[in-house]
């Protein structure tokens, strides 16, 4: 126990020295101000130690990428080399990720490997952009580096680094990032190799053994306090191919063994993969499952191989919920698809025991977190490429709490930071015009979601390009246990007249100066009946001018009065409302649906 | 005789510390009187007037200087006791309080509710305006508008206004013109404006910083004047001051029109007091690391060549005030910390606490669960009979059953092993905070001594030290009022800062050199206020600096009041070798950006006498007190642990580990292999085994 204590504190330490790295040396936005990256350790077994510190989506499955080195290298790797992996097909999550791996040597044996991942603001995509919904196949994404060795005895293999500057549109802004993310993994050489100096290396492998054994301990007791049962449900994605006029399925069946202390969750009655780039990669497949079934056992449980042993998935190669096919396009694959599937999962749970899981929150990016390239004449026309990730909001609701407020979707939980207005306009010639809730856009319910943001970028000179992978236009995000699905989004080009056109799901939108983009975001489903949320929250809601009066009256069946700056219930009034409205039949406005249930 | 006088008024505790002719130091506690501080601190003043025998205005009369830190401010916020106060933002970002900037503490944890914002959205209101990045007016003041917004909050009743404009930093026409229509429509009513309040490039941290400021104006004011009253009524004519959020001194006036400088004040002067006592103590390399632990939590900081450094991300619950602030780590790790061990088996200590109701279970106050005070009891590191100056009769058995239940028998371990497994859960977790900090950094621990406060600070600095290869610990005789002793010993100081944006190719020299102009006049300005002699003025300039596409910049500190073109490249390269420091890369030859341009008018402090002892010889048997039955894992387990009476010790006596110091509210410990020698200034040196220390930092 005395070195279980001090070693779990090293390696956190070492992760967070990776992290700190990375943060404060980055160049994108996505990574500077957002935080779009994570760092992790594993062992030489692939075993993960701990992912507390990561993005979700980012570390829920980051052993692929060192058992793609293992695999495709074998012999071949020494100290001194690093791999670059933005390959679906090679255990990474999407085109836009670049990802560093580097092996740890001790005394002559590999003994870690330690992982950097960072969200660029460009990757060598065909358009300026790091998602591509709309790409047919792979050959459709861009530049590919299916695990590579980008450097040997510690020197840059120029090749490589030359065939990335050749294909990305800011070779100076990505060089920057790319020493940044090796200073991160080679922080994290450093310190694993410190550590094992420090305490021995077979002290260090008996810790990963026995921190394994307990966060599987953690993981088994969390499930006990489950009901066993099975649940089968399914949602629906916007369509953005004629395969599927009425929006794609996503079904996801869970099913829970306390005895066992096991949670199955089955993805393998779901479509094949779509002309599309939203199709699921393994590692964002996984982690999608694992985030929703973690979630739900709670924050006491670490997040490591140990615990993600008792969580299995069946999946299918050949479906966009599952394992891609090549030549699949998968470069949407951490966003859209994977924020459906985890709340769905999540929400299965609300089914088998009422206060368990929660909504849906955002799905898809908004116009807001568009991507924005051009020239800025401030700056000698100096080009620029970022996204800005500004409004990403919309929290699920979940028993006991309204959506977390800046929960965006659920590949980031939250993790995301938000850019600043002053800042997005001191690097983009864009001026930000509006950034305020949506008044009524969360999903209402006895917990509401969380709203989504109303959005105005005006372009500030000509030839400004905005792209972005919104959804949630037609399905926006569900709600559960009885609460509401959240508002939908929408986007649109507004002229200089001031006239709007609505923009599609996938927009790619090129705006003079003067000209807008407009952005209303989805906002967060609510968890359970908005007639049982307390008609103070209610009142409250009002009064800071979250939703509106009418929405109070018709939704949550609540009378207010309003006094000077303040509002309050009456009582009464309310309940002979609530009453009224509760003879009538139920209606439930969701895009969610149970299919089966069992307990 | 003499004297100069400080206050650290805590939320408990007024700690007080006496300097007499320049040299000698005393100190004393008093209770805090929550409702009306300035009682509790007059109730200590007549204490220490009465230990000298004399009445409180002939001692009043005799202090030169009274400094002061208080957790009003702090206190305030946390527990929302600031004033009504009403918002104006340029109209579209009502929201900029409630965004924050994002991210989450544990992405995993779902079962947390959002923080609500400072102001609330009812009180926050537009105005239609707007500039934009280069501080072109893009919408001009609707001053009808404007107005009307103003009306609205006076309709509603509010006690203070905070204004917060985006780009206000660049162009402050549209807020100091709204200034002026408060001043109009609510005579009276304070305002703060945010490019006056915290001039730094960032939406939230700006408004967040103004609007605490705003909302703690009419507070501090009134707390302010009763202080400053109640001490010249009672005989007091020497000059009042503050410690402010920076770790300086200024004067009521200046706390007055900038409330938000209180925060932290206080637990602000740690750092100091730490590279002080460590200058005192003969310590030569600058490198200090200073530590609190108390009840709840443990504080460090991070010293490197006797400057702390300043962040502007200090926050006070779950708001960031933004002004730039010593940076002080906090975690929960204290003496009333409770250990627990989960399903899976394993153990974790803190952050939730004890307090000081029930407190630890060896308290018997009705505490059972474990805490940090119940192990070092069991393993014989306290003696019931001496704890807090014997106030409490400590309760080995009810410890012994807490740590037996809670903790032995879950893990099946030996009574001895658990109570010292919880001491070394807490010790990891103040290790960690200590390597967080000093990566962040970018220094080594290992370079550094470190200095030790706070009332439960003792019986771990030694292992915490041994387990960074640290070689030296300090704990000096003002360990348990660190903060107080740094207020007495702080220097005068204010920060002033302006926003211009410009970069290594394209230098606005024009602009600087006007910048930095008006910073300088800001800063004599001041220092006249404050009288500092010309001898001990000192201007201290810095640029908030990144390289071009970064949005996190670093301070860089620079000599000159002026930035000619032949002073450029030396500013570059510093700024490369900082980075370097910082994060181990530079980009040799790439743009350098810089943001925000600051001067620090500082009036340094005396140094102040050192008290001079003669030395005893290195033996200190005559002090030993008894001896202890302890458990010591790494002295092979349970023996009997020689007890100093630190009240009879000498200078110079030198005592080797493991060994307890009893002094009277608090215990020391010296680990096995270490050394400790009672310094002239009466404090504890101990000094580890540099061999290990070496070996464990291999």
């Given at each position: 126990m005395f070195t279980m204590v001090v070693l779990r504190r090293r390696v956190e330490a070492v992760i967070r020295d990776m992290i700190n790295t990375l943060f404060r040396t980055g160049r994108s936005g996505v990574l500077n101000t957002a935080m779009d990256f994570s760092c992790s350790i594993t062992d030489d077994s692939l075993r993960t130690v701990s992912t507390a510190l990561g993005l979700p989506v980012h570390v829920g499955a980051i052993e692929l990428i060192p058992k793609a080195v293992k695999e495709k290298f074998g012999d071949d790797i020494r100290p001194g080399d690093c791999f670059a992996n933005n390959s679906g097909y090679h255990g990474n999550t999407h085109c836009g990720d670049f990802t560093l791996c580097a092996p740890v040597y001790f005394e002559g044996e590999l003994v870690f490997f330690t992982i950097a991942r960072a969200h660029l603001g460009d990757m060598g995509f065909p358009t300026p952009t790091t998602y591509g919904p709309l790409s047919r196949d792979v050959y459709e994404e861009g530049l590919k580096l299916p695990c590579v060795r980008i450097q040997r005895d510690n020197s840059d293999v120029q090749e490589v680094v030359d065939i990335c500057k050749a294909n990305i549109r800011a070779p100076e802004q990505f060089y920057g990032d790319y020493i940044a993310t090796l200073a991160a993994v080679r922080t994290g050489e450093a310190g694993m190799q410190k550590i094992c100096a420090q305490?021995?290396?077979?002290?260090?492998?008996?810790?990963?053994?026995?921190?394994?054994?307990?966060?599987?301990?953690?993981?088994?007791?969390?499930?006990?306090?489950?009901?066993?049962?099975?649940?089968?449900?399914?949602?629906?994605?916007?369509?953005?191919t004629d395969l599927y006029p009425d929006g794609i399925p996503v079904r996801a069946t869970i099913e829970v063994d306390p005895v066992e202390g096991l949670v199955t969750v089955d993805l393998l009655d779901n479509v094949d993969n779509l002309p599309l780039g939203i199709n699921l990669t393994e590692a964002t497949m996984t982690a999608s499952c694992l985030i929703a079934v973690l979630t739900v056992l709670g924050p006491d449980v670490p997040r490591c191989t140990g615990s993600f042993s008792r969580v299995r998935i069946l999946s299918r190669e050949g479906a966009a919920i599952g394992r891609p096919k090549h030549p699949a396009a998968t470069s949407a694959a951490t966003s859209n698809l994977t924020q459906l599937l985890c709340p769905l999962v999540r929400s299965a749970f609300s089914e088998l025991k009422s206060g368990l899981g929660s909504a849906c929150g955002t799905i898809g990016l908004p116009g807001s977190c568009a991507v924005v390239s051009g020239v800025d004449p401030r700056h000698d026309n100096r080009p620029f490429v970022n996204q800005i990730i500004m409004g990403y909001w919309g929290g699920p609701g979940l028993h006991g709490h309204d959506g977390w407020f800046t929960h965006g979707s659920s590949g980031s939980n939250g993790a995301l930071w938000q850019s600043s207005v002053e800042m997005v306009e001191q690097q983009q010639p864009v001026l930000v015009e509006r950034l305020e809730i949506a008044v009524d856009s969360g999903g209402a319910g006895e917990w509401n979601g969380s709203p989504g943001a109303f959005c105005i970028f005006r372009s500030r000179t000509d030839n400004i390009r905005y792209t972005a992978n919104t959804a949630g236009h037609d399905f926006p995000p569900f709600g559960a246990a009885g609460g509401w699905a959240g508002g939908r989004n929408d986007s649109w080009w507004e002229d200089k007249a001031g006239e709007r056109r609505a923009l599609p799901n996938s927009l790619d939108v090129t705006l003079n100066t003067g000209e807008k983009l407009v952005s209303q975001a989805c906002g967060g489903g609510g968890y359970g009946d908005p007639l049982d949320r307390d008609p103070a929250r209610v009142a409250e809601d009002v009064q800071e001018g979250w939703i509106s009066l009418e929405r109070a009256h018709r939704i949550h069946g609540v009378v207010l009065k309003t006094r000077g700056e303040f509002v309050a219930v009456d009582t009464e009034a309310t309940q002979r409302l609530r009453d009224e409205l509760l003879e009538r039949q139920p209606v439930v406005v969701t895009t969610a649906r149970r299919l089966e249930t069992s307990h | 005789m003499t004297y100069e006088l400080s206050a650290d008024v805590g939320g408990t505790f007024t700690d007080l510390v006496l300097r007499s002719d320049g040299a000698q130091i005393d100190i004393f506690k008093a209770s805090t009187t929550p409702a009306n501080i300035a009682d509790g601190i007059l109730n200590g003043i007549a204490g220490i007037a009465k230990s000298l025998d004399l009445d409180t205005a002939t001692f009043l009369g005799r202090c030169d200087s009274f400094a002061v830190g208080t957790t009003i401010a702090t206190n305030a916020i946390l527990e929302g006791k600031q004033a009504k106060t009403g918002l104006l933002c340029t109209d579209g970002f009502r929201d900029t309080l409630l965004i924050?900037?994002?991210?989450?503490?544990?992405?995993?944890?779902?079962?947390?509710?959002?923080?609500?914002?400072?102001?609330?959205?009812?009180?926050?209101?537009?105005?239609?305006e707007r500039v934009n990045a280069e501080g072109g007016?893009?919408?001009?003041?609707?001053?009808?508008?404007?107005?009307?917004?103003?009306?609205?909050?006076?309709?509603?009743?509010?006690?203070?206004?905070?204004?917060?404009?985006?780009?206000?930093?660049?162009?402050?026409?549209?807020?100091?013109?709204?200034?002026?229509?408060?001043?109009?429509?609510?005579?009276?009513?304070?305002?703060?404006?945010?490019?006056?309040?915290?001039?730094?490039?960032?939406?939230?941290?700006?408004?967040?910083?103004?609007?605490?400021?705003?909302?703690?104006?009419?507070?501090?004011?009134?707390?302010?004047?009763?202080i400053s009253e109640r001490l010249a009524a009672s005989g007091f004519k020497g000059v009042l001051t503050f410690i402010a959020s920076s770790g300086g001194r200024t004067s009521p006036a200046e706390i007055v029109s900038r409330p938000i400088s209180l925060c932290l004040s206080g637990p602000s002067a740690a750092p100091q007091a730490g590279c002080r006592l460590s200058r005192q103590e003969g310590v030569t390399k600058g490198n200090v690391l200073t530590t609190d632990m108390g009840g709840t939590s443990f504080e460090v900081s991070v010293s490197v060549d006797w400057k702390t450094p300043m962040h502007r991300e200090g926050m006070i619950g779950d708001?960031?005030?933004?002004?730039?602030?010593?940076?002080?780590?906090?975690?929960?790790?204290?003496?009333?910390?409770?250990?627990?061990?989960?399903?899976?088996?394993?153990?974790?200590?803190?952050?939730?606490?004890?307090?000081?109701?029930?407190?630890?279970?060896?308290?018997?106050?009705?505490?059972?669960?474990?805490?940090?005070?119940?192990?070092?009891?069991?393993?014989?590191?306290?003696?019931?009979?001496?704890?807090?100056?014997?106030?409490?009769?400590?309760?080995?058995?009810?410890?012994?059953?807490?740590i037996a239940e809670h903790v032995a028998t879950p893990l099946g371990l030996g009574l001895m092993e658990a109570a010292e497994l919880v001491c070394l859960v807490a010790e990891q977790n103040m290790i960690a905070a200590?390597?967080?900090?000093?990566?962040?950094?970018?220094?080594?621990?290992?370079?550094?001594?470190?200095?030790?406060?706070?009332a439960a600070g003792g019986l771990h600095a030694g292992t915490i030290a041994r387990e960074l290869g640290i070689a030296q610990v300090l704990i000096p005789r003002a360990a348990g009022v660190l903060s107080a002793y740094g207020i007495m010993t702080g220097e005068i100081k204010m920060g002033f800062a302006r926003s211009l944006f410009t970069s290594s190719e394209r230098f606005d020299y024009e602009g600087v050199n006007t910048i930095l102009a008006g910073l300088r006049q800001e800063g004599?300005?001041?220092?006249?206020?404050?009288?500092?002699?010309?001898?001990?003025?000192?201007?201290?300039?810095?640029?908030?600096?990144?390289?071009?596409?970064?949005?996190?910049?670093?301070?860089?500190?620079?000599?000159?009041d002026r930035i000619e073109p032949a002073d450029l490249p030396g500013l570059v390269e510093s700024f490369h070798q900082l980075h370097e420091t910082f994060y181990a890369v530079r980009s040799p030859g790439e743009?350098?950006?810089?943001?925000?341009?600051?001067?620090?008018?500082?009036?340094?402090?005396?140094?102040?006498?050192?008290?001079?002892?003669?030395?005893?010889?290195?033996?200190?048997?005559?002090?030993?007190?008894?001896?202890?039955?302890?458990?010591?894992?790494?002295?092979?387990?349970e023996i009997d642990l020689p007890v100093y009476d630190g009240s009879r010790l000498r200078p110079g006596n030198v005592i080797e580990g493991p060994a307890l110091v009893q002094e009277i509210v608090t215990a020391n410990f010296i680990p096995f292999g270490a050394q400790g020698r009672v310094t002239e200034q009466r404090g504890l040196m101990l000094t580890l085994p540099i061999d290990e220390a070496k070996r464990l930092a291999a």
């Open positions: 305490y021995g290396i077979g002290t260090v492998r008996k810790f990963l053994t026995q921190f394994q054994d307990y966060a599987r301990d953690m993981a088994i007791d969390a499930i006990r306090q489950l009901p066993a049962g099975r649940v089968r449900r399914e949602a629906f994605y916007d369509s953005e | 924050r900037e994002g991210g989450k503490a544990d992405s995993y944890d779902f079962y947390v509710d959002y923080p609500p914002p400072y102001i609330p959205r009812r009180l926050t209101l537009g105005v239609r007016v893009e919408i001009a003041l609707d001053e009808a508008d404007a107005r009307r917004a103003i009306r609205r909050l006076k309709e509603y009743g509010v006690e203070a206004v905070a204004v917060s404009l985006l780009w206000s930093i660049v162009n402050p026409d549209h807020e100091l013109r709204i200034g002026a229509l408060i001043e109009e429509e609510m005579p009276g009513v304070p305002y703060s404006l945010g490019h006056q309040v915290n001039p730094s490039i960032r939406e939230y941290r700006r408004t967040s910083a103004v609007a605490i400021d705003a909302s703690l104006k009419p507070l501090v004011q009134k707390r302010i004047g009763e708001h960031m005030f933004g002004i730039p602030s010593v940076e002080v780590k906090t975690i929960g790790a204290g003496g009333g910390s409770i250990a627990r061990v989960d399903a899976g088996g394993f153990i974790h200590v803190g952050p939730e606490s004890a307090g000081a109701m029930p407190g630890p279970a060896c308290y018997g106050r009705g505490g059972t669960r474990p805490t940090v005070t119940d192990a070092n009891l069991v393993r014989g590191l306290l003696l019931p009979g001496h704890f807090a100056g014997g106030q409490i009769e400590l309760d080995v058995g009810a410890a012994e059953r807490a200590i390597q967080d900090i000093t990566i962040r950094r970018g220094v080594d621990p290992r370079q550094f001594v470190l200095v030790s406060g706070g004599v300005a001041f220092l006249d206020r404050m009288a500092v002699e010309p001898s001990k003025r000192v201007l201290r300039y810095s640029v908030e600096a990144r390289y071009a596409g970064q949005v996190w910049q670093i301070s860089l500190a620079f000599e000159k743009r350098v950006e810089f943001t925000e341009w600051s001067l620090d008018a500082v009036g340094t402090a005396s140094e102040g006498g050192l008290e001079s002892a003669s030395l005893s010889a290195a033996d200190a048997s005559g002090a030993l007190l008894t001896t202890s039955r302890a458990w010591l894992k790494d002295a092979g387990g």
